[in-house]
C-alpha cells in the first residue's frame, strides 16, 4: 500500500476549477518532487493535502496509509503524520515533555545553525526569509512526520541556506517517511535528490519521470507544459 494515494482530485477555490483529476502516489521512504509553471495548481495540492479552508474537493479521494484524510481537520491530519513546511501550528505539550523536547531541540537546532536567542523569540516574529525555513525544517525535524510536503521552500533563499534546508531534509530521508517537495526550479534538486519528478499542468500530472526530467526541463523551460494566457 502507498503512503499517499490521491485519485482522481477535482477541486474548486472560488467556483474556479484549479485541480483536474490529480493523480498521484507516494511510496514510503520515497522523494517526490512536484514541479510545474506558475498557476498550475501545486501550492493548491499541498492546500487541500493540509485541510486549509476554501478549496472545494468535488470529487476524488486522497489516502493516507490507505484511510481518507479529507473529511478530517487540519490537527488530525497533522497527528496522523502529515507535515506541511510553513503551516504547521507548533504546541508545547507540558514542561516534562519540554525537557526531553529541549534537548532534541538543542541537538537538531545546533545543527541547522540556529541561534538560542532565535528559539526564544515569537515564532517566525523578527526572522529573515532564511531563517522561517531553518525553523520550518527545525520543527519537521522534531515532529518526525510521515509524509512531509515543502511547498517552494527554495524561494527566496541563498545557496548557503538551500545548502542547510536541503542537509535538513536529507538527515530525515528514511524507509518510514515520504517527501512531496514543490519547486519551480530545478536548483534544489541538485540537493534534494528526487526518486520520482511529475509536471503538474493545467491541475494535473502531464509527465513522470526520474531526476532527468527536472534537468530536461531547465533546459527546454515549462513551454510545452505552459498556462495558456488569459
Ligand atoms: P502554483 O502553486 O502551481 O503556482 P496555485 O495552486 O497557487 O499554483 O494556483 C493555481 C490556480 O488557482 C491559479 O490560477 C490561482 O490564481 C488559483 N488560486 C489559488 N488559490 C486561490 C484562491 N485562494 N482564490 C482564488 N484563486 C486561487
Ligand atoms: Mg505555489
Redesign the pocket.
Known sequence: MHLLEVKNLHVE??G?K?LNGLELSVGSGSVHALM?P???????LAHVLAGKD?YVVTQGEVLLDGEDILALPPEERAAKGLFLAFQYPFEIPGVATMTFLRTALNEVAGRLGIEQEMLRRGVNVGFSGGEKKRNEILQMALLQPRLCVLDETDSGLDIDALKTVADGVNALRSPERAFIVITHYQRLLNYIVPDVVHV?SRGRIVKTGDKQLALDLEATGYAQYQEEMA
Open positions: 477555490v472560488d474556479k484549479i510545474g506558475n498557476g498550475s495548481g501545486k501550492s493548491t476554501d503538474l
